[in-house]
């Protein structure tokens, strides 16, 4: 379900295309392979990104959740504030319990999520290269990176993310 995004800076198409035949013959589907180039720059023979992709979906859903966390931590310590107050030990556990949930899962988000977004290769696309975006499992990360780094060099790494396959963003 969650896949992990590598991100590739490629100079042109035609270098681009050959990275896209390696992942292919290494077993990546190419439904897990997005290009995007900037203005001017036509993708005739690579996988485009959908809309979802080219808006950099993950990152709202990413800013929603930390919000969302943020919220929840904010009414867990109004409850507590309240809950000890008025002398409810049960009232004051069940904030405690809820804080401590968000601050772990805020604190997970934030040391091992990848974090590697679309706004920031908004200026490789102005010079009109491609940005291949290829979805893997997590257990991939390093094999794909080696065959990359190993059989075209000028691709230059931008970083990794992630995705969730089903909602295709």
């Known amino acids: 379900m969650f896949h992990r995004r590598l991100y590739f800076i490629v100079p042109d198409e035609p270098q681009a295309v050959k990275i896209v035949t390696d992942l292919e ?7 897990h392979i997005h290009a995007i180039a900037g203005k001017g720059t036509t993708l005739e023979k690579l996988p485009p990104a959908n809309e979802r992709q080219r808006r950099d979906t993950v990152w709202r859903l990413q800013q929603a959740l930390w919000l969302g966390n943020l919220v929840v931590f904010a009414l867990g310590g109004i409850g507590l504030i309240v809950s000890v107050a008025q ?3 049960t009232g004051t556990i069940l904030s405690s319990a809820v804080m401590v949930l968000t601050l772990t899962a805020g604190f997970l988000f934030a040391t091992r ?3 590697t977004h ?4 908004r200026g490789v696309l102005s010079h009109h290269e491609v940005l291949l975006m290829v979805d893997i499992p997590k ?10 780094y190993r059989r075209h060099p000028e691709a230059t790494a931008g970083g990794t ?9």
């Open 139 to 148: 257990q991939r990360v390093a094999e794909i990176e080696e065959l990359i």
């Open 113 to 115: 999520v990848p974090d």
């Open 25 to 31: 013959t290494a077993g990546v589907d190419r439904r």
């Open 161 to 169: 993310g992630w995705t969730i396959e089903v909602l295709g963003i």
């Open 118 to 121: 679309l706004d920031e290769f």
């Open 87 to 89: 002398g409810s030990l």
